[in-house]
């Protein structure tokens, strides 16, 4: 049995579940995924993904690295002026949650690593856990960040790290309740847990409902509030303490939204949408895009 079919909600045990929508993943399988929600708690997942052994083919796409490595053309450009002020932001963000004191950062999906080092650029000890191979390279090899496969997380000392943060990753972990239970373990006592995640209850997500860019299924296995997102983490051991958004992500999954609806680069109403989305973002976290949750070890 490869693929996963969930009787119940993975989240709170209901069985009162049902399917919301399909959507197409137009990114590398041109397939359609069900989104299925739980009428009790809210908590959304993609139905019928394959199993972690199996979803490596979920992932074929070059994307990932080809952001890093180029800067032409106008897009790859406005990527790389947002990463520039989003790497600061985070580092500002990160550094704050530890009452402005240097320390040790994990950052788990870290991806080509352009947050680790930024971080050690800071003065932090910053390490990164990847598990794409390619990118784990680019990592260490261009920008000389300490980056491990996902194994390396079980052979973490317990309360090594001040911080580990999670920059969309959370919605591709299978089995989350092991997982956060390893974060956990690996945290100082009062350590911080920083998770930022696609918001799926964003004024964007209600605007483009299945054709909404970041349910990016199969690869998103769930799609999470605040709510449900609290609901996850705080029963492994955490304390939600602060939550935030991320402004350029309304923007950009306007735009990839406007995309996947009509096949189309609509540049006026991808960002018309995407401004609404980060004004009213500004007002009240909870239309985020993207939001940041800052949970502190208990
Ligand atoms: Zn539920």
Redesign the pocket.
């Known amino acids: 049995m490869s693929i996963i079919n969930h009787k119940e909600?993975?989240?709170?045990?209901?069985n009162?579940?049902a399917e919301l929508f399909s959507f197409r993943d137009k990114t590398v399988t041109d397939n359609n995924f069900p989104i299925w929600s739980?009428n009790?708690?809210?908590?959304a997942f993609t139905q019928d993904v394959e199993d972690e052994d199996n979803c490596g083919k979920y992932y074929k796409s070059e994307e990932y690295i080809s952001h890093s490595n180029t800067n032409q053309g106008l897009k790859n450009k406005l990527y790389h002026f947002a990463r520039s002020i989003m790497l600061n932001r985070k580092y500002r963000f990160v550094h704050k949650a530890n009452n402005n004191v240097k320390g040790s950062v994990l950052d788990y999906g870290c991806g080509t690593g352009f947050f680790p080092a930024k971080m050690n650029q800071k003065g932090w000890q910053a390490k990164g856990i990847e598990q794409d191979a390619d990118a784990r390279t680019f990592a260490k090899n261009n920008l000389k960040v300490d980056a491990y496969d996902k194994d390396y997380l079980d052979n973490i000392n317990q309360s090594e790290f001040d911080v580990v943060t999670m920059w969309h990753v959370m919605e591709h972990i299978y089995n989350p309740d092991i997982f956060l239970k390893k974060i956990n373990a690996i945290l100082k006592k009062g350590g911080k847990f920083i998770v930022a995640v696609p918001n799926f209850e964003s004024y964007d997500a209600k605007i483009y409902k299945e054709f909404w860019a970041a349910i990016d299924a199969p690869r998103h296995i769930w799609h999470f509030t605040t709510d449900t997102a609290k609901a996850m983490i705080e029963r492994e051991g955490f304390r939600l303490e602060q939550t935030d958004f991320l402004p350029f992500d309304s923007f950009y999954i306007s735009l990839l939204s406007e995309q996947l609806k009509t096949g189309k680069t609509n540049w006026f109403k991808g960002l018309s949408n995407g401004f609404k989305g980060y004004l009213k973002s500004r007002k009240d976290h909870k239309n985020g895009s993207s939001i940041v949750l800052t949970f502190s070890k208990i």
């Open positions: 909600c993975p989240l709170c045990g209901s009162n579940i739980c009790k708690c809210l908590f």
